[in-house]
T-cell receptor
Framework: GDSVTQMEGPVTLSEEAFLTINCTYT??????LFWYVQYPGEGLQLLLK?????DKGSNKGFEATYRKETTSFHLEKGSVQVSDSAVYFC???????????FGPGTRLSVLP | DTAVSQTPKYLVTQMGNDKSIKCEQN?????MYWYKQDSKKFLKIMFS???????INETVPNRFSPKSPDKAHLNLHINSLELGDSAVYFC?????????????FGQGTRLTVV
């Protein structure tokens, strides 16, 4: 079935460090890909998305590129802040009527 | 105005009780979802409705019954609550016709069964 794999957390970084969170997917079709962020005690918020191969999604300094050849959608940020501490979820969605399939989430802690 | 709102935010109840969680969205979306998030943060789809019609019903005990009175509402009723039902339940909505549109999530309902 369709699935999303993310790197195991937690990830702990110092402020201003470079961030990469790996995400790979398995899908029977041609999915849209998403990164969501969940801050403590809150619901999930869309961070960025990409809907076709080689698309780059970007928001708030975060970027991810849809790589069809490697079935990947890695999240990157050049310089993290303490306020980026949260759980990050990679997700895919296929055709109309199908649900979003989420990865297990990666907890990021950024230390001052 | 909150786009997707759930009530209550916290729910503590005893085993065996019946409880409901309500969800409303004001985004005009035609698809709504219920997800369960366990203590390890895994998110699992429970149900999906499109235009008040059930389209996804994952392997969920039949003690869980969703109800969609209209496109803007999707409520979740749980009978005979068990300890293992303790989790955070998220409602979400999206415009289902276009599969590349994102889902919007509510703040979650933390259910604790004691």
């Amino acid at each position: 079935g369709d699935s999303v794999t993310q790197m195991e957390g937690p990830v702990t970084l110092s402020e201003e460090a470079f961030l990469t969170i790996n995400c790979t997917y398995t899908a029977t079709g041609y999915p849209s890909l998403f990164w969501y962020v969940q801050y403590p005690g809150e619901g999930l918020q869309l961070l960025l998305k990409a809907t076709k191969a080689d698309d780059k999604g970007s928001n708030k300094g975060f970027e991810a590129t849809y790589r069809k050849e490697t079935t990947s959608f890695h999240l990157e940020k050049g310089s993290v802040q303490v306020s980026d501490s949260a759980v990050y979820f990679c997700a895919l969605k296929l055709d109309y009527g199908q649900n979003f399939v989420f990865g297990p989430g990666t907890r990021l802690s950024v230390l001052p | 105005d909150t786009a997707v709102s759930q009530t209550p935010k916290y729910l503590v109840t005893q085993m065996g009780n019946d409880k409901s969680i309500k969800c409303e969205q004001n985004l005009g979306h035609d698809t709504m979802y219920w997800y369960k998030q366990d203590s390890k943060k895994f998110l699992k789809i429970m149900f999906s409705y499109n235009n008040k019609e059930l389209i996804i019903n994952e392997t969920v005990p039949n003690r869980f019954s969703p109800k969609s009175p209209d496109k803007a509402h999707l409520n979740l009723h749980i009978n005979s609550l068990e300890l293992g039902d303790s989790a955070v339940y998220f409602c979400a909505s999206s415009q289902g016709i276009h599969f590349n549109t994102e889902a919007f999530f509510g703040q979650g309902t933390r259910l604790t069964v004691v």
